[in-house]
């Protein structure tokens, strides 16, 4: 499916910053105002990441999601998870902040 260029904010990913919960979004669209050279890289190459305590969440969970991209790194096509675990065995979930926050981002 092919989503219309928007913010993801619907999904609620949060960023701790400072001791303090974000939207992903909202930080961001914070930091293009205070630090527009952090804010470049944060849209084109550093990555979201999340962890799912139980892997076998991992997949459901992106595909009810608009993250196309993040689906297709993370599984496979029967729908299992085939990313990187971390220590404790849990899903690492690495997802664009340009997926995420499109139009911030302004990737369309």
Known sequence: PT???RDADDYCEAIAVDGRAYPVC????????ENKKKFDLKCTEKKFKTLVPDKADACPYLEETPYIKATEDHCD???????YH???GRAVIEI???EI???TCGVC
Request: hydrophobic content about 25%.
């Open 3 to 5: 989503f219309p260029c």
């Open 86 to 88: 971390d220590s404790k």
């Open 96 to 98: 664009d902040y340009s």
């Open 101 to 103: 926050c499109a139009q």
């Open 77 to 83: 096509e029967a729908g299992n998870y085939v990313g």
């Open 26 to 33: 909202e930080y961001l669209q914070k930091l293009k105002i």
